[in-house]
């Protein structure tokens, strides 16, 4: 028993914990953007182009393509842990619109949607995508 209350009070993680940890963490984060958010758009392309809030004027279309790019392609990246920090910025960048502009008079139930992906999204940020990344490779070389 007290191995278990141990490891629940303990603070410090391995290398190879934190690794697998972030890997899981893109990996889930990333594939729920792509499934959630990004399949329907591409496949419902022409709906979501007259649906998609477009706070910025650049026009449904434009503002379909980018969130595409932010939930499909972008994730994809993040998966692989290539070029991490940079796939994200388009993703916070989404889903802080989300939440401060096109959801802002929202109930909570709505708009905690896009702050959770922007809250996840910035903790990846500032963590970095781990040992266990093409990123992670590339600064272990160097």
Not at 10 to 37: A, M, V, Y
Not at 63 to 88: E, K, Q, W
Not at 112 to 135: A, E, N, Q, R
Request: hydrophobic share 50%; net charge neutral; aromatic share 12%.
């Amino acid at each position: 028993m007290s191995k278990i209350t141990n490891y629940l009070y303990q603070t410090n993680i391995s290398d190879k914990e934190l690794g697998i940890s972030l890997l899981i963490f893109r990996i889930l984060l990333s594939l729920s953007l792509i499934n959630t958010h990004g399949l329907k758009k591409i496949v419902h392309f022409e709906n979501t182009v007259v649906h998609i809030p477009d706070p910025f004027g650049l026009g449904g279309e434009m503002s379909t393509y980018f969130a595409i790019f932010a939930n499909v392609f972008c994730p994809v990246f993040i998966i692989l842990g290539f070029m991490t920090r940079l796939a994200l910025l388009p993703i916070m960048m989404t889903t802080a619109i989300g939440f401060f502009v096109v959801h802002v008079a929202d109930p909570w139930a709505v708009k905690d949607v896009p702050l959770m992906y922007l809250m996840t999204s910035t903790l990846l940020f500032v963590l970095g995508p781990g040992s266990i990344s093409l990123d992670g490779k590339h600064s272990i070389n160097q």
